[in-house]
């Protein structure tokens, strides 16, 4: 069993929420996703390790960590944002390299992201995992580091 953490503050809400149908329709895999909060005055989020394991995927709008028990998970940082080319993002690891849960990986700006008319939500993904095979989480505010759910 792995716990996996929010790897960013905000809402927690089912991945039925996010606007895209591959993560919504639960084709990456199953799991939740968190609307991240504004930071105040204009600052960055910060998204951190879900799990304690190895970066196998490091990019300005994702990671994936597979976990010290062989579960990779996805963190994806808003929706489509592989369009903006890394701008809004700073990279804070490396990929190959060994974390430990709440490691953070990624800063980003929710408010940029927003502003240009994307979805800043983020799905937490269970890669390869069973549609369904996650429950909807109950949606409730989260911080960064705060469980979510258990593989």
Known sequence: ????????????????????????????????????????????????????????????????????????????????????????FTVLAVEKAKVAAGDPLIAFSPSMIRERGLSAICPVVVMDSKPGSIADPKEADVAAGDPIFVV
Request: net charge negative; no cysteine.
């Open 1 to 88: 069993m792995t716990d996996v953490l929010a790897p960013v503050a905000g809402r927690l809400v089912p991945l039925s929420a996010v606007p895209d149908q591959v993560f919504a329709g639960q084709m990456v895999g199953s799991g939740v996703a968190i609307e991240p909060a504004a930071p105040g005055d204009g600052a960055d989020a910060v998204v951190v390790s879900p799990v304690a394991g190895t970066v196998l995927k490091l990019h300005p709008h994702a990671a994936i960590v597979l976990g010290d028990g062989g579960v990779g998970v996805l963190v994806h940082v808003g929706i489509d944002t592989v369009n903006l080319n890394g701008e809004g």
